[in-house]
């Protein structure tokens, strides 16, 4: 075992060591040798450290490098040196952190991992929660706790008897909805196509003068951080209507949420404290690895209700705090472990730092793009850039071209009917010379394939600047 180990130790560190070297979007031909680990399963066992070795040497290769400074493409985020030390030593533990009884480790690291984030996000005190694998399930287990709640309150117990014959509720999304938060409503038996939808603004907020009448039967859900823009809904309207109606309000901030740990972006989360529940993820913009979410519920009694296995379970109140009692799974690794590892390095000021030095690294691109005549779509408020090299064949042409060059990988999108290059800061190991890097290599290929929109002076660049 200590053999397999520290070979796997220096694997692992020769793999980070080499990446700024490597193309972030592999070659095809590493791509193209993954064919080799397949093929019918060998009879006979494999020594572990040639099979470690196979990983290593054929399927390292064909990594997207996500662990490195130049990686743009979705919401992903890396994995701070702690995040990823502790995450090693949770596997050798192996531990189940569903029941306290199994792992009073992980039981401890995620109770005391949830009650930080609590308050580094400036939620209400009472408000408690889970880890789940990431923003997705964070917001299916938040709208079960919305949906357990506001049946109760109706005299239906959604647990016991579903959803045939239920009183109805409704739920009003922006337009900007993300598909996660339709994907859990639809797991929920509430369907996507059931949603009102609110009309957004340029920058994908939802307009709080639009909301529709509101009841003590609706789900209203925000949304913190809209992965085009970067935008958050406008929480202090929304949440003044929806309190006065006794309606229910979800907080999907997978990314955006943590805008309320850096004191100079904490105004663009205002009311979202008035929520009812949150989802967010930690493998976004708190840089745990992969998968790791957390969700969080005003009282948290309406999400132990929600994700009770039994009426039993649920009314048995023992002193401990189970983990598997506030999230879907049952058995489960301890994510606790290394969330509790990535704040306790960082500490509050190494987060708001994080949040802030990603959020200049997003500026920094916009104005260098700006600068060299491309069309910004977005209001940069977070870490999130929005870019159009021209139409739509050119702007997919320069972005095909950005990610075969290999400096850096960015995705492509669409934004209110215009195709755009996406560009979202999310890794704590991003540094000012990843940027500059990337930048250059962007312009170097919007400018073989698309004419800036508008030839600036170099007045005019500064002034962007
Ligand atoms: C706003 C928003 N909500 C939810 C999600 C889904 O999160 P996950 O992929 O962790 O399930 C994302 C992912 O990018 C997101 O940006």
């Given at each position: 075992?200590?053999?397999?180990?520290?070979?796997?130790?220096?694997?692992?560190?020769?793999?980070?060591?080499?990446?700024?070297?490597?193309?972030?979007?592999?070659?095809?031909?590493?791509?193209?040798?993954?064919?080799?680990?397949?093929?019918?399963?060998?009879?006979?066992?494999?020594?572990?450290?040639?099979?470690?070795?196979?990983?290593?040497?054929?399927?390292?290769?064909?990594?997207?490098?996500?662990?490195?400074?130049?990686?743009?493409?979705?919401?992903?985020?890396?994995?701070?040196?702690?995040?990823?030390?502790?995450?090693?030593?949770?596997?050798?533990?192996?531990?189940?952190?569903?029941?306290?009884?199994?792992?009073?480790?992980?039981?401890?690291?995620?109770?005391?991992?949830?009650?930080?984030?609590?308050?580094?996000?400036?939620?209400?005190?009472?408000?408690?929660?889970?880890?789940?694998?990431?923003?997705?399930?964070?917001?299916?287990?938040?709208?079960?706790?919305?949906?357990?709640?506001?049946?109760?309150?109706?005299?239906?117990?959604?647990?016991?008897?579903?959803?045939?014959g239920a009183p109805p509720l409704t739920v009003v999304v922006g337009?900007?909805?993300?598909?996660?938060?339709?994907?859990?409503?639809?797991?929920?038996?509430?369907?996507?196509?059931?949603?009102?939808?609110?009309?957004?603004?340029?920058?994908?907020?939802?307009?709080?003068?639009?909301?529709?009448?509101?009841?003590?039967?609706?789900?209203?859900?925000?949304?913190?951080?809209?992965?085009?823009?970067?935008?958050?809904?406008?929480?202090?309207?929304?949440?003044?209507?929806?309190?006065?109606?006794?309606?229910?309000?979800?907080?999907?901030?997978?990314?955006?949420?943590?805008?309320?740990?850096?004191?100079?972006?904490?105004?663009?989360?205002?009311?979202?404290?008035?929520?009812?529940?949150?989802?967010?993820?930690?493998?976004?913009?708190?840089?745990?690895?992969?998968?790791?979410?957390?969700?969080?519920?005003?009282?948290?009694?309406?999400?132990?209700?929600?994700?009770?296995?039994?009426?039993?379970?649920?009314?048995?109140?023992?002193?401990?705090?189970?983990?598997?009692?506030?999230?879907?799974?049952?058995?489960?690794?301890?994510?606790?472990?290394?969330?509790?590892?990535?704040?306790?390095?960082?500490?509050?000021?190494?987060?708001?730092?994080?949040?802030?030095?990603?959020?200049?690294?997003?500026?920094?691109?916009?104005?260098?793009?700006?600068?060299?005549?491309?069309?910004?779509?977005?209001?940069?408020?977070?870490?999130?850039?929005?870019?159009?090299?021209?139409?739509?064949?050119?702007?997919?042409?320069?972005?095909?071209?950005?990610?075969?060059?290999?400096?850096?990988?960015?995705?492509?999108?669409?934004?209110?009917?215009?195709a755009a290059m996406r560009i979202s800061v999310s890794s704590w190991?991003?540094?000012?010379?990843?940027?500059?890097?990337?930048?250059?290599?962007?312009?170097?290929?919007?400018?073989?394939?698309?004419?800036?929109?508008?030839?600036?002076?170099?007045?005019?660049?500064?002034?962007?600047?």
């Amino acid at each position: 075992m200590d053999d397999l180990l520290r070979d796997t130790a220096h694997r692992a560190t020769r793999y980070l060591e080499g990446l700024a070297s490597r193309g972030v979007a592999p070659a095809p031909a590493a791509v193209a040798r993954l064919e080799e680990l397949g093929g019918p399963l060998p009879d006979g066992p494999t020594d572990p450290a040639a099979v470690v070795a196979l990983l290593d040497e054929i399927a390292a290769p064909a990594t997207i490098v996500n662990a490195g400074g130049r990686y743009f493409g979705f919401v992903n985020g890396g994995s701070l040196p702690a995040s990823l030390a502790a995450n090693w030593l949770a596997g050798a533990w192996d531990q189940n952190a569903g029941p306290s009884v199994a792992s009073p480790t992980g039981a401890a690291l995620e109770e005391i991992s949830v009650q930080w984030i609590r308050d580094v996000l400036g939620l209400p005190a009472t408000a408690g929660g889970g880890l789940v694998t990431g923003g997705t399930m964070a917001n299916f287990a938040g709208l079960a706790a919305a949906r357990h709640a506001l049946l109760r309150r109706q005299g239906w117990d959604v647990e016991r008897d579903g959803m045939f014959g239920a009183p109805p509720l409704t739920v009003v999304v922006g337009n900007e909805v993300h598909v996660s938060v339709l994907k859990a409503l639809s797991l929920l038996g509430l369907g996507r196509e059931r949603v009102v939808r609110v009309p957004t603004d340029a920058q994908g907020r939802l307009r709080a003068d639009q909301l529709p009448p509101l009841s003590s039967t609706t789900i209203v859900c925000l949304q913190a951080g809209n992965v085009n823009t970067g935008a958050l809904d406008p929480a202090h309207a929304v949440c003044a209507r929806a309190r006065e109606a006794g309606s229910w309000v979800h907080v999907d901030g997978a990314f955006g949420l943590w805008a309320a740990a850096a004191p100079g972006r904490r105004h663009l989360a205002a009311g979202l404290e008035l929520a009812d529940s949150w989802a967010t993820d930690c493998h976004k913009w708190l840089n745990v690895p992969y998968d790791c979410g957390v969700v969080l519920v005003r009282d948290p009694r309406d999400l132990e209700a929600a994700m009770s296995a039994s009426a039993a379970t649920y009314l048995a109140q023992g002193a401990e705090r189970h983990p598997f009692r506030y999230t879907p799974e049952m058995s489960r690794r301890a994510r606790g472990v290394e969330v509790w590892a990535a704040l306790r390095s960082l500490g509050r000021a190494g987060l708001a730092e994080l949040i802030e030095r990603t959020c200049r690294h997003a500026t920094r691109f916009a104005e260098g793009l700006r600068a060299a005549g491309y069309t910004v779509l977005n209001d940069v408020v977070l870490n999130q850039v929005l870019v159009s090299f021209g139409d739509a064949e050119t702007t997919n042409r320069v972005i095909a071209a950005i990610q075969e060059d290999g400096t850096c990988w960015c995705s492509g999108t669409v934004w209110q009917g215009r195709a755009a290059m996406r560009i979202s800061v999310s890794s704590w190991a991003t540094t000012a010379e990843d940027v500059d890097a990337s930048l250059a290599a962007m312009l170097r290929a919007a400018r073989r394939i698309a004419a800036p929109a508008v030839r600036r002076q170099p007045e005019d660049a500064r002034a962007t600047g």
